[in-house]
């Protein structure tokens, strides 16, 4: 991570550049010490080194501490709609998984704990005051070098590597895990699709995570086919699953 990225999160700054430093002081003690004759001194200040490497090993990870928050809430504030929506219960996760099972390339996470356990901190903790409070979310950092944050449904957020490094600090970050989390908690996702998959294949009901799939895959292949040929039956107006089987973030 670059210094800047640095200054704008320090929660995100490897801590074992710290050790790093700590190593070299203490291997550049040790050639001094063997140009001398005195084999002690070399012997004392080798025992230095590693009493500094065992020390740096049990420093702390840097800590996270979330900002504080408003208790008010707008008594305009909309709440989620239980209509138009075949997707409920397991099957918003039977959908999640559908949808990143065929679209494959959003599903690349990026595997890096430091990172992914930052941005997990910072989603729980606005999660916490978002309409599902009580939703079980998980943070997603993939690899995608393009400035990009979705959700597939299912309590899923994903955010990535792109995104990460346009964004200016930890504020920014906030607003797009709660634009996502906004998103899931008022099952758009869910609803897009199940407004899709009436019009385009007439899909009323959803039993199982393979009716779920199977679903998605005849309406995405009946939209192509539709659009292919000018015989679009949904409008332009509405959000198409092809080429993309996601509605807009």
């Known amino acids: 991570m670059s210094a800047h990225k640095c200054r704008q999160f320090p929660a995100l700054c490897n801590p074992d550049a710290r050790k790093t430093r700590q190593l070299q002081e203490a291997q550049s003690l040790l050639q001094i010490s063997s140009m001398r004759t005195k084999p002690i001194a070399a012997a004392v200040t080798l025992i230095l080194c590693f009493n500094v490497i065992a020390f740096s090993q049990s420093l702390p990870m840097p800590g996270w501490t979330p900002p504080a928050s408003r208790t008010g809430t707008s008594p305009f504030a909309p709440k989620p709609l239980p209509i138009h929506n075949i997707f409920k219960g397991d099957a918003d996760r039977w959908l999640a998984e559908a949808i990143e099972k065929l679209e494959g390339q959003i599903a ?97 009901t959803i039993r199982s995570a393979q009716d779920a799939e199977d679903a998605l895959v005849d309406a995405n292949e009946f939209d192509r086919e539709s659009k292919r040929t000018g015989q679009d039956e949904v409008g332009a107006k509405d959000d198409a699953i092809g080429p993309s089987l996601l509605p807009p973030a």
């Open 108 to 204: 690349d996470p990026l595997r890096d704990k430091l990172i992914e356990d930052y941005v997990s901190m910072v989603g729980e903790n606005v999660a916490k005051y978002s309409v599902a409070p009580t939703k079980k979310y998980q943070f997603i950092v993939t690899y995608d070098p393009t400035a990009d944050a979705m959700t597939p449904g299912g309590g899923r957020i994903y955010i990535s590597l792109g995104m990460l490094e346009l964004i200016e600090n930890e504020d920014e970050l906030a607003g797009i895990l709660a634009h996502e989390i906004g998103h899931d908690a008022f099952h758009h996702a869910a609803r897009t699709v199940t407004r899709q998959m009436f019009w385009l294949t007439g899909t009323k």
